[in-house]
Every structure is written in C-alpha cells, then in structure tokens.
C-alpha cells in the first residue's frame, strides 16, 4: 500500500483533514477558556441566579468540547477508511488479476494489521507477487 503512487495524494489529504478538526478543537478550548476567564472577572459584579445560570453554561460548553474531542478520533478513522477504499479496492483487484495470471490458489498477505506473519502462498515454493501486483496498479494508474 505505501508504494502505491495515489497514497501520498490521501496522507496529504488526511492531514489536511486532521489540522482542520485540530484547529476546529484549539477555537472550541479558546472560546471556553475566554469564557472561564470572563466570568471569573466579573463574578463579583453577579447576582447569585447569574452566577448559577453562567456556571451552568460553562458547564454545558466543557461537555460540548470534551464530546467534540472524543468524536475526533472517530472522524478521523472514518475519513482514513473513506479516503483509503478507494486504494484497497484497486490493490485487491491487481491482487486478484495477478493471481488469475499465474494460477493462484490462495494469496495472502504477509503482515497482519497488527504485525503477526502469516503463510504468503499455499504450495510447496514460496511466490511472491508483491512487484507484480505493484506493476499492475502502477499500469492501471497510467490509464486512470
């Protein structure tokens, strides 16, 4: 995947979307630490009922940013998924005609997300098509 030649355009457009919600979060703490600092100025100058409905809204707005930083990461999953099927689908389909070309049974990948080595080919030599499969996505990119 990382020698595919459109993975830089969607890193580029990750951390786009990253510094986007990371400047959206900086705003959200700003305007509440503003907030804060306002109404520990001025809370001498409030009535109790003022102090109450303030504090509440301060509250409200803490709960609102502490949500809106949760779901960041959720955003952002959501966005590399999206931006990154596009990249698997056409990785899975150099994988499927490479193997249809050299009579493939089974062809799996030799690192797991979470980096255990599995079998590469099932028969007795081992086959590794990486440059082949790599070969055909770079041909197929031409055409696109």
Do not use: C, H, W
Request: hydrophobic share 30%.
């Amino acid at each position: 995947m990382t020698q595919m030649p459109e993975r830089s355009q969607v890193q580029q457009e990750l951390n786009s979307f990253i510094q986007e919600k990371r400047q959206e979060l900086q705003q959200k703490t700003t305007e509440f630490q503003d907030a804060v600092a306002e109404f520990q100025q001025n809370q001498d100058s409030m009535s109790e009922t003022e102090i109450q409905n303030r504090e509440q809204q301060l509250a409200q707005m803490e709960t609102e940013m502490t949500q809106f930083r949760q779901g960041l990461q959720q955003q952002i999953q959501q966005r590399r998924a999206k931006l990154l099927e596009p990249l698997y689908n056409k990785m899975n389909e150099a994988i499927s005609t490479v193997a249809e070309r050299n009579d493939l049974d089974f062809v799996i990948n030799e690192a797991t997300t979470n980096g255990e080595s599995v079998v590469y080919y099932a028969a007795s030599e081992k086959l590794d098509i990486t440059e082949q499969v790599l070969q055909y996505i770079n041909e197929t990119s031409d055409q696109n």
